[in-house]
């Protein structure tokens, strides 16, 4: 099962199937590592939603809802890796 990183709830853990999309938002994901395979855990929204704070390759990172919209998901079950 599919779904986007703007549709995960906090602490939902999942891994990068593809970035949907082209141009400025696709590079700018790509240059932050955000790629296929890498494992992302949403650890914060914003009250509104808008922007969203993940943590991928040992870093926090955050985006924005457009841009997370883009990045389509496989969420992982919990305890598993």
Partial sequence: MEKK????SVGERGVVVR??????????????????GAEIL???????GDPVEVS???YELSLR???????????LQEGKK
């Fill in 5 to 8: 990183l703007n549709e995960f």
């Fill in 19 to 36: 970035i949907e999309g082209e141009g400025q938002i696709r590079r700018r994901l790509f240059d932050m590592g955000v790629t296929p």
């Fill in 42 to 48: 949403l650890r914060k929204l914003a009250p509104l």
């Fill in 56 to 58: 991928l390759r040992g």
């Fill in 65 to 75: 809802k457009a841009e997370a919209a883009s990045v389509v998901m496989r969420p």
